[in-house]
């Protein structure tokens, strides 16, 4: 089964396991796997380690459900919006100081043609 983008849009705005569960169940979704993959896909898909005794699907299930339901990683996008908008802060600063340099430039170049020009 494919990853239902509804369902993970869905899931994004639950906050409790009984919404959850509930959402669940309104996408006549009740197999342990293809909850956890949507789970950790309502998280931007991050890196999970399971641990060794983790072994059963429902077990990772109940994993992916505890990391989901403490909201930490709602910030995940939050940071990478940050951190977007620093890049774009940072290369707007490079090209009008390029910009304000090159400018410099021309007005010294004004300068010493005027200055030739008194000269001759």
């Given amino acids: 089964m494919e ?16 919404l959850l569960e509930d959402t669940f169940s309104r996408f ?3 197999d342990y796997s293809q909850k956890t993959k949507h789970l950790i896909e309502a998280m931007g898909d991050p890196t999970i380690f399971f641990s060794e ?3 059963d699907i429902e077990s990772r299930y109940s994993t992916v459900l505890s990391m989901f339901l403490t909201g930490e990683w ?3 996008g939050f940071y990478e919006r ?6 774009e802060q940072l290369f707007c600063d490079y090209l009008w100081k390029k910009e304000f340099h090159a400018g410099l430039i021309d007005i010294q170049q004004n300068i010493d043609r005027i200055g030739r020009k008194l000269n001759n």
């Fill in 3 to 18: 990853i239902n983008k509804v369902l993970v849009g869905a899931l994004q705005q639950c906050d409790t396991k009984e």
């Fill in 28 to 30: 006549n979704l009740s």
């Fill in 53 to 55: 005794d983790a072994t």
């Fill in 74 to 76: 709602k910030m995940n």
């Fill in 82 to 87: 940050a951190m977007l908008i620093k890049i």
